[in-house]
């Protein structure tokens, strides 16, 4: 006969298995509630990846480092219910005098460094394939401002034109437009397209990162940051600048508008025409201070 003890004690492992399933479950699932080009409201998981650095990085996250997090979480919760539970003063009224265990040393040891081996090989690749470059196909220069991004079009490209990009008032935004992402100008390239992105700021030190192109790179005064991105669906993608860069760091969203080849030929020649009375030279934080 079970005692009711035994049975009160197996009841809560069982419930704490289920609870730490449950857990499993909802966050290696996650990317089935990831949003398409923003985050949704109760949103799980990364944006849905675009480019193929986006699903790399979401890979890594998703098959690498969330079964490997999840797996030390269970074992050491396993290690402490068992320390719990059999080695309590009840179930154990004379404790053990051993104080090493060289076994147990050389594992505890060599199996963090295994599991951070693991990690870094395909880490190590990811940052590869993100700091080198390919030969791009468009160049767009982006310069952050407070609070406002600027974006530069080269003349040899077709471009020719900069613009900058502002927060839509809450007065202008229509039906379906999403608050604090919606701005007055978006940023076009093509589809399938290798873009080079240079990033600088005007004033203090900004942050570009459109999560879906899984690109982040400072923006700092007097210093050009490059990275890369090729979309691989049409869409309009949205970031949002990561640093605290002073009172509306949280009103200089970005909007990148993914769109066919012909569409963007279409859309550079009517930016030349509609911009062409507002280009104006980059001015970095050093020399508008002395002008």
Same mark, same amino acid.
Request: proline share 7%.
């Given at each position: ?139 767009? +220069? ?50 399938? +397209? ?48 990561? +640093? ?48």
């Amino acid at each position: 006969m079970i005692s009711p003890a035994r049975s009160g004690r197996g009841a809560k492992i069982r419930g704490i298995g289920l609870a730490l399933a449950s857990v499993f479950l909802i966050f290696y699932a996650a990317p089935a509630f990831a949003g398409f080009g923003h985050a949704d409201p109760g949103e799980l998981g990364l944006q849905d990846p675009v480019t193929p650095i986006a699903r790399e990085i979401d890979f890594f996250h998703n098959d690498i480092l969330l079964p490997i997090i999840i797996g030390v979480s269970l074992f050491v919760a396993a290690l402490l219910l068992i320390a719990i539970f059999r080695f309590n003063e009840k179930a154990n009224p004379t404790p053990s005098q051993l104080t090493h265990h060289t076994g147990l040393e050389v594992a505890w040891t060599v199996l963090p460094v295994l599991i951070l081996v693991v990690i870094a090989i395909p880490s190590f690749r990811l940052l590869d394939h993100q700091l080198i470059i390919p030969p791009a196909d468009i160049t767009v +220069k982006v310069t952050g401002h407070q609070w406002y991004w600027t974006y530069e079009y080269p003349p040899d490209q077709g471009g020719g034109f900069n613009f900058d990009s502002y927060i839509k008032d809450p007065g202008d935004l229509k039906p379906g437009d999403l608050r604090q992402l919606v701005v007055d100008n978006e940023a076009v390239v093509p589809i399938n +397209k290798t873009v080079l992105v240079q990033v600088t700021a005007s004033d203090v030190i900004h942050s570009f990162v459109v999560q879906s192109f899984g690109i982040r790179i400072d923006a700092v005064p007097g210093r050009l940051n490059q990275t890369w991105f090729r979309a691989e669906r049409e869409g309009v993608y949205y970031g949002q600048c990561s +640093k605290l860069c002073g009172e509306d760091h949280a009103y200089m969203p970005i909007a990148f508008r993914v769109v066919s080849q012909d569409e963007y030929t279409a859309w550079l020649a009517q930016a030349k025409k509609k911009f062409a009375s507002t280009t104006t030279p980059v001015r970095f934080a050093e020399n508008a201070a002395k002008n």
